[in-house]
C-alpha cells in the first residue's frame, strides 16, 4: 500500500490538473487519477476570465496561452433592430478564448514539469476516512485494485462526480429550462463578428464567438425537442444574427443544457471538492471554469501550507465557506444575467432600453465588467477573509497593489505612502518575523495605508499604522512559530511539535464546553472550566479578574445583561504551553454590563469577534486568559445616542 502520499486529486480536468500542479510545485507529493484514458478533446468552456489567467500565470503556462488565444476588447449586444451596447474591455479586465482542450494540454504539461504525471484509465472506488489520512481504492482498466493511503483527497471529477457521491454530500438545485444548440467551425459573410456577440432577439438569444485559428462558435437557445442538426444553425444564424453569415464546415454540432446546483459543503474532513463537483451553473457568460480555477487558488496556498507545516490547519476551515459563497454569487448573477438575455416580449423591449441606457452610464459598465470578469466576488467575515476590525477586506485586491510573481507564494504586507516613514520600519521588522509566511513591499502613494494581501490576491487586511499590531496577530494565529527575536505566546501547532493530540484534544473539549456555557447562560458550566486561582484579562474592558469566585460574578453580571448569545470557535491553535481560540460572538443586550458601557439600548443586537489566548492546568482547565476585541465597534451596535 502506497503511504507517501500527501494529496490524490480525483479527476484530471482542468481543476484536478490546477491543483495538482498547484501543490507540487510547493513540494507537495500529489498523485493524479483520471478515468478517462485519454485527454478530453474539444472546445467546452472557452472563456479564462482573468482570475482564472492568474493560476495559469502561477503555474508559468500564461504566456503561452496567451500566443494561442483569441483576446477580445469588447463584448457586442445585439437586438431585433441591431446593436444594443458595447461593452469594452480593460486589459486587466478581458478574457482569453481559448478551447479547453489546450487549456487542459498546457496544464498538464505544468504538471510534468513539476514532477507529476496523470495516470489514466483509473476509476475511483470507495474512500474511507482515519484521523489524519483518507484511505483510497482506485481500479484499473484491467479490473486491478490499489489501496493507498494520503493525507488529503482533492475531488476534482466533475458534475457527476463520484468523490462526492462516495461521500454523501447534498447535491441541491434545479435543471434550467432552456436548451441549446451549439456548433463550431469557420464562419463566412461580410459580417462576421470580431469579438463575442449576443444577439437577444424576439425569436431567441444567439452567441457568436471567434475561436483561435480563424473558427467561430454558435450556440442558441432552442425548444426542448431541437435536435442539433446543421439546418438549425443556418436557421439561427439568418433570423437572429446580422445576416449574411454561412457555416458551411461544422466540426462540432451537439445540444447542452444547464442547471444550478451547489454542494452543501465543499469540504469534508480530509475531503475536498473543487470545480464542478461542488458547483454548476447556466453557461451564459462563460463563468463555469472561471469558478472552478478560483476554487483551486484558495485551496492549494492553504493545503500546501497545512501539508509543508507554514500554516495551522485551521486555515482550511476557511476554504468551505469562502468559496460556497463565491459559488452562490456566481449562481446568483449568471442565473440573472440567462433570464435576462432569453426575456420574451414585453420584457424584452423593457431589458433593451436598459441595456442602451447603460451604454452612456460609466458606472454601470464598470460594475457589469468587473462582474462578469469575476472580480466582485467578496468572502464573508472571517479570520482571513474579513477579519474583525478591518475596512474593505474580502475582496480581490487592486489592480495597483497586485503581488509580483515572486510574492505568490506567501502573503505580502503592501505599505504605501513615503519612503522611510515609521509604517514601512514596522512592517519590515513584523516581515522578518514571519519569513516564510509573509514579504513586504513598499509602494510610494500619497495614501499612507497597508494591505496585507493573501497568497490568491484576496486582501486579508487593511488599515493604517496604528492596525498593524492587529495584522501581527492574524499572522500569528495562522502560521508557525515566528523568528526568536521575541516570546510569543501563539505558536503553529504541529503534530510532531510540543503538544500532543492528547492534551489539544482535551483542550479542545474545555473550548467547547466554554463555548456552550456562554450560549446557555449557564454560570456554573462557564465556573468549571477555571483553575480555582485562575487569571482572567479582557483587555478591550480593562478588566483583569483573579480567582475562580470572582470569574463566577462577572460571568453572571455578564449573562444577566447580555442575551441570547451565539458564539463561533472559527480557529483553535496550540503551541508552547498556550492556546488561543479565533471566535466570533453574536448577541443581545439587555441591561448594561459596567465595563462596557452604561448607556444601551434594550434588545439591540451585536456582533463581535475576538481572539483569546489561554494557558491550561493538567487538568485542562484555564488558569489564564486574555481576551482581544474591538470594544468602539460594539458600543456603535448598542449604546442610546446621546442628547446634545
Not at 474532513?269 to 463555469?288: F, K, N, P, Y
Not at 456555557?517 to 478591550?540: K, L, N, Q, R
Request: proline share 6%; with cysteine; aromatic share 6%.
Amino acid at each position: 500500500m502506497d503511504t507517501d502520499t500527501q494529496a490524490v486529486a480525483i479527476g484530471a480536468g482542468p481543476c484536478g490538473l490546477a491543483t495538482a500542479g498547484q501543490l507540487l510545485r510547493r513540494g507537495v507529493r500529489v498523485r493524479i487519477f483520471e478515468t478517462s484514458p485519454e485527454p478530453t478533446q474539444g472546445s467546452r468552456a472557452i472563456m479564462l476570465w482573468p482570475p482564472a489567467q492568474a493560476v495559469l500565470d502561477d503555474l508559468d503556462v500564461l504566456d503561452a496561452a496567451r500566443r494561442e488565444a483569441h483576446s477580445p476588447g469588447r463584448l457586442d449586444y445585439h437586438g431585433d433592430t441591431g446593436r444594443l451596447v458595447s461593452v469594452r474591455l480593460r486589459a486587466r479586465q478581458a478574457p482569453l478564448v481559448l478551447p479547453q482542450s489546450r487549456t487542459d494540454a498546457l496544464l498538464e504539461s505544468a504538471v510534468r514539469r513539476a514532477g507529476g504525471t496523470v495516470e489514466r484509465d483509473r476509476r475511483l472506488v470507495s474512500l474511507t476516512q482515519r484521523d489524519d489520512t483518507v484511505e483510497v481504492v482506485v481500479r484499473d482498466a484491467a479490473g486491478r485494485h490499489e489501496r493507498l493511503r494520503t493525507r488529503w483527497l482533492i475531488g476534482a471529477d466533475g458534475v457527476h462526480s463520484t468523490v462526492r457521491e462516495l461521500l454523501g454530500v447534498d447535491f441541491t438545485g434545479s435543471a434550467l429550462p432552456t436548451p441549446f444548440v451549439l456548433a463550431e467551425g469557420p464562419l463566412t459573410g461580410a459580417r462576421v463578428p470580431d469579438v463575442p456577440s449576443y444577439y437577444l432577439t424576439s425569436r431567441g438569444g444567439m452567441v457568436i464567438a471567434p475561436l483561435p485559428a480563424g473558427r467561430y462558435r454558435v450556440a442558441g437557445s432552442a425548444a426542448d425537442e431541437q435536435q442539433a442538426t446543421a439546418g438549425f444553425i443556418q436557421d439561427i444564424l439568418d433570423t437572429r444574427g446580422p445576416g449574411g453569415l454561412r457555416m458551411d464546415d461544422i466540426e462540432t454540432l451537439t445540444t447542452f443544457s444547464s442547471s444550478e446546483r451547489i454542494a452543501t459543503r465543499m469540504r469534508s474532513g480530509r475531503v475536498l471538492l473543487v470545480g464542478d463537483a461542488a458547483h454548476t451553473h447556466s453557461a451564459v457568460g462563460g463563468q463555469g471554469l472561471n469558478l472552478g480555477l478560483q476554487d483551486v487558488r484558495n485551496l492549494a496556498w492553504k493545503l500546501a501550507g497545512v501539508l509543508t507545516g507554514t500554516l495551522d490547519e485551521a486555515v482550511l476551515d476557511t476554504y468551505g465557506p469562502e468559496r460556497l459563497a463565491a459559488a452562490r454569487q456566481v449562481v446568483k448573477a449568471t442565473g440573472a444575467v440567462t433570464r435576462i438575455a432569453l426575456a420574451r416580449p414585453p420584457w424584452s423591449g423593457l431589458r433593451n432600453v436598459v441595456l442602451r441606457v447603460a451604454e452612456r452610464t460609466g458606472p454601470a459598465q464598470s460594475r457589469y465588467v468587473a462582474t462578469v470578469a469575476g472580480q466582485r466576488i467578496r468572502y464573508p467575515a472571517s479570520a482571513l477573509g474579513r477579519p474583525p476590525g478591518f475596512r474593505r477586506t474580502g475582496l480581490p485586491a487592486p489592480s495597483w497593489a497586485a503581488p509580483s510573481g515572486a510574492e505568490r507564494d506567501r502573503f505580502t504586507l503592501l505599505t504605501c505612502g513615503p519612503p522611510g516613514g515609521r509604517m514601512p520600519r514596522t512592517a519590515g521588522v513584523l516581515t522578518r518575523r514571519y519569513p516564510t509566511l509573509v514579504s513586504h513591499r513598499h509602494l510610494a502613494r500619497r495614501r499612507r495605508e497597508f494591505l496585507l494581501i493573501r497568497p490568491d490576491g484576496y486582501v486579508a487586511a487593511r488599515g493604517r499604522a496604528k492596525d498593524l499590531p492587529r495584522t501581527e496577530r492574524l499572522l500569528a494565529a495562522i502560521g508557525s512559530d515566528p523568528q526568536p527575536t521575541e516570546r510569543t505566546a501563539m505558536s503553529h501547532r504541529n503534530d510532531d511539535q510540543q503538544t500532543s493530540s492528547q492534551t489539544y484534544e482535551a483542550h479542545a473539549a474545555t473550548f467547547r464546553k466554554w463555548a456552550d456555557s456562554i450560549m446557555d447562560g449557564d454560570v456554573e458550566a462557564y465556573a468549571s472550566c477555571w483553575a480555582p486561582d485562575a487569571v482572567a484579562e479582557d483587555v478591550a474592558m480593562g478588566m483583569e479578574t483573579r480567582g475562580v469566585h470572582d470569574i463566577r460574578a462577572a460571568a453572571a453580571r455578564w449573562f444577566e445583561a447580555i442575551v441570547d448569545q451565539k458564539i463561533t470557535l472559527l480557529a483553535h491553535l496550540e503551541g508552547d504551553g498556550y492556546s488561543a481560540v479565533m471566535w466570533e460572538l453574536s448577541a443581545e443586550a439587555q441591561g448594561a454590563f459596567t465595563e462596557l458601557s452604561t448607556n444601551v439600548r434594550p434588545g439591540s443586537r451585536f456582533t463581535k469577534q475576538g481572539m483569546s489566548a489561554f494557558r491550561f492546568n493538567d487538568q485542562a482547565q484555564f488558569v489564564w486568559e486574555r481576551s482581544h476585541w474591538d470594544r468602539e465597534s460594539v458600543l456603535r451596535q448598542i449604546e442610546a445616542p446621546h442628547d446634545d
